[in-house]
């Protein structure tokens, strides 16, 4: 890491690829040998550094697509805006897809990604799935990189195509595109960029018992645990992308405080 200032002026931090409480039916029968809804897959660092510069992050026009079958596409638009000055440290596309079945059976999407019309292939897949008894449907994070198709202000499209037989379906929740940039002119600042996928689920019956076989105690995924020199920082950023979650009971935990009430769709 190269920085000729000591003093950073922003820390950025990013955490991308949550899928948070899925409602599914009741559970029924024991307890399962292994069960997705419990923290078990925690986030790792895609990428830590400090730099003159900044970045951005955009979901474009993405929206929920809904049950997508053979041969459907899902099409994102994205206007970017940088900097005359910035150049283009890296820029990753994430496609946050869910609920993928054949019938009635979970398995993993066919399907094709293109990037200002490049056919791309993922450069890293995060999934994560139910485990047991019925709606066993995969939801997953699968990551493109762009960075050769970025190189300042513009416009761009992603488009997803399914590829699967017919009676197969996925849904996407969106594609989000994050651009990292250096710039002489721009602010001082470290970063840190978190990736995963993990399903969540602690709900409760009315009588207080788990629904799922999880509590909460058990549904807490550690999500990053950065160390900062408070000394240098003037202001500090945490972006949280959730792929889907909207209880007033989802909490993010930052150091001794809890806040509530961020996921909503």
Avoid at 125 to 148: A, H, L, Q
């Amino acid at each position: 890491m190269n920085n000729t200032n000591n003093t950073h002026k922003a820390i950025i931090l990013l955490i991308t690829g949550m899928v948070l409480c899925m409602l599914l039916l009741p559970a029924t029968g024991n307890e399962p040998d292994v069960n997705g809804y419990k923290a078990d897959k925690p986030l790792s660092v895609q990428s830590h550094d400090i730099i003159k510069g900044g970045l951005t992050y955009s979901l474009g026009d993405s929206y929920y697509s809904g049950k997508l079958y053979s041969g459907d596409t899902y099409t994102v638009l994205y206007s970017v805006s940088l900097p005359d000055s910035a150049n283009v440290k890296f820029a990753r596309l994430y496609s946050y897809w869910t609920w993928s079945a054949q019938g009635t059976t979970g398995i993993f999407p066919d399907m094709k990604l293109s990037f200002n019309g490049n056919e791309l292939t993922p450069e890293i897949k995060y999934e994560d799935r139910k485990g047991w008894d019925i709606y066993d449907y995969p939801s997953g994070n699968w990551i493109y990189d762009v960075t050769d198709f970025i190189n300042g202000s513009g416009s761009h499209s992603a488009i997803i195509e399914h590829t699967g037989s017919e009676n197969a379906f996925f849904c996407i929740s969106g594609l989000g595109l994050l651009i990292v940039y250096t710039d002489a002119k721009g602010e001082d600042i470290e970063y840190w960029i978190n990736e995963g996928c993990d399903i969540l689920s602690s709900q409760m019956n009315d009588d207080g018992t788990p629904l799922y076989y999880t509590t909460p105690d058990e549904t807490i995924t550690k999500m990053m645990s950065p160390t900062i020199s408070t000394e240098t920082v003037q202001h500090a950023t945490l972006w949280t992308i959730v792929q889907g979650g909207n209880w007033e009971e989802n909490v993010l935990k930052v150091n001794d405080v809890n806040i509530t009430g961020i996921c909503d769709g």
